[in-house]
């Protein structure tokens, strides 16, 4: 069984950072696609950012490019998404998300996926 749990979600304010962590369980995931989506109140899910677990490609949506940055600890089974000067706009339920290469950048195109970690930014 597929595990992953998200964590560092929280209030900033904008200008802001946070680290969202993604924690993967029961399976090597040595030969994935791991992604960053978020999902705003009454907004489609969105693809944010990608990267192959082993050899680290990456690859981002524009609206976060430059300003988001994917990276993973294979040793630890973790992946993590560093988001600098947050925006009120970028307040959402974040989820992280797994399937085998390559990257994908619609929502159904993966099937594992975790919880969800609220992010909110205020103005």
């Known amino acids: 069984q597929v595990q992953l749990e998200e964590s560092g979600g929280g209030l900033v304010q904008a200008g802001g950072s946070l680290r969202l962590s993604c924690a993967a369980s029961?399976?090597?995931?040595?030969?994935?696609?791991m992604a960053w989506f978020r999902q705003a109140p009454g907004k489609e899910r969105e693809f944010l950012a990608g990267i192959i677990w082993s050899g680290g490609g990456t690859y981002y949506a524009d609206s976060v490019k430059g300003r988001f940055t994917i990276s993973r600890d294979n040793a630890k089974n973790m992946v993590y998404l560093q988001m600098n000067s947050l925006k009120p706009e970028d307040t959402a339920v974040y989820f992280c998300?797994?399937?085998?290469?390559?990257?994908?950048?619609?929502?159904?195109?993966?099937?594992?996926w975790g919880q969800g970690t609220q992010v909110t930014v205020s103005s």
């Open positions: 998300a797994g399937r085998l290469p390559p990257i994908r950048t619609r929502p159904s195109d993966y099937v594992n």
């Open positions: 029961g399976r090597t995931f040595s030969s994935y696609a």
